[in-house]
């Protein structure tokens, strides 16, 4: 089946921002994300097949807008990505 991403948040500190979504089925969790909507930075593939999503990127800026997509695999490699690019600003400290 199809992965259908939901739900996407996002939770942030002056150095690291936790990102949240829910899948409709079991899949891994990856966040690609950068200072443009250029990304160019991911965290590693959670390969935990779950359907809520948590993926903490830690070593931001702080006071910075970031932006970033979700990312997340079936059991048999389809992905499937968040539709749109996400923003979030991590806190003054």
């Known amino acids: 089946d199809t992965v259908v991403i939901s739900n ?3 939770t942030t500190t002056g150095s690291s921002a936790t990102i949240k979504w829910t899948t409709n089925i079991p899949s891994t969790s990856r966040v690609e994300y950068g200072l443009t909507t250029s990304l160019g930075s991911a965290t590693v593939e959670d390969v935990n097949l ?3 999503h ?3 990127i830690s070593g931001l800026t702080k006071q910075t807008r970031y932006y970033y997509k ?3 695999k079936n059991q048999a ?3 499937s990505s968040s539709p749109t690019i ?3 600003r991590t806190k003054n400290r």
């Open 8 to 10: 996407i948040s996002s």
């Open 50 to 52: 779950v359907t809520n």
């Open 54 to 56: 948590s993926v903490t």
């Open 70 to 72: 979700v990312f997340s």
């Open 77 to 79: 490699g389809l992905e």
């Open 86 to 88: 996400q923003q979030l």
